[in-house]
């Protein structure tokens, strides 16, 4: 059995002891492993799991899905507290700068620490080029093919190199897939480079179909005809679960739970689910 809890989200739950916020954060706990996938903006997820009676200081790992504050900059709150275990998984250039652009105005949405920050606290810093396997049966994907012209990022994402800005291709975007009997359950940060981009590239590279997707799947900007097509791709390569959080979007909810054949919710602070992974 693996679990699968949010320990943040924009969303509040029935639980109202806890704190939402702009953000994503999913404990993900199996019978021989224990992930923080995301950490939200800040210190809350911490409360949060506090309040629920869950550990976040005897983990594998720590899993940053990219490198945008609203998932990556409580990973400074949970280190300066002594939690989250010795091992940070990042895509590469996680530490390039990133910003989202107005004319002339340039807002910060970056994570807010450096190397030199998680060296401090003595933690190792893995990056995953392609495809890593932190424990058997769960691994890490990333280096997305962009297959699907329709899956574009707006061009107000950008991010500082030595060169200076370039759109930001979201190179340093990763997933994390979880084997089942039923195919892989997947959990996603932002989907930055397109969920149908990130979604058949894990089933091309793992050999097996997605069973489930959890997290953010940034529909929320998209419009109708694209959110179809997305849920109908989706389907096409296995999906039955979708558990939506953070920037999926009310329409694209609306819209997987009109589909046959596809269970669907939203994951809130504080929401679980519980997947079979024993034959």
Known sequence: M????ALMDNNASEHKALISEHGLSYLVEGRNFRFLFDCGSGPHPWDNAHRLGLDVGTLDAV?????????????????????????????????????????LRFTDLSAGFGADFLSAHGVEHRVVEGL??????????????RTHDFE????????????????????????????????LAVLVGCSHPGILNMIEHVCDV?????????GGTHLVEADEARIEATIGALQA???KVLGLSHCSGRDAECAAGRRDGVQSCHL????????EVDG
């Open 2 to 5: 693996v679990r699968i809890t």
């Open 63 to 103: 899993v940053l899905s990219h490198s945008h504050y609203d998932h990556a900059a409580g990973c400074r709150d949970l280190l300066e507290r002594g939690l989250g275990g010795s091992v940070l998984y990042t895509g590469p250039h996680f530490f390039e700068p990133k910003f989202a652009r107005d004319g």
């Open 132 to 145: 890593a396997q932190p424990v058997p049966g769960v691994w890490l994907v990333g280096g997305f093919p």
């Open 152 to 183: 574009t990022i707006p061009p107000r994402f950008v991010r500082q190199t030595p060169e200076g800005f370039v759109q930001d291709d979201f190179c340093d975007e990763i997933c994390m897939a979880i084997d089942t009997p039923e195919g």
């Open 206 to 214: 793992l050999g097996r179909p997605v069973m489930g997707v959890f």
């Open 237 to 239: 390569r296995g999906l």
């Open 268 to 275: 809130a602070v504080g929401d679980s689910v519980f997947l």
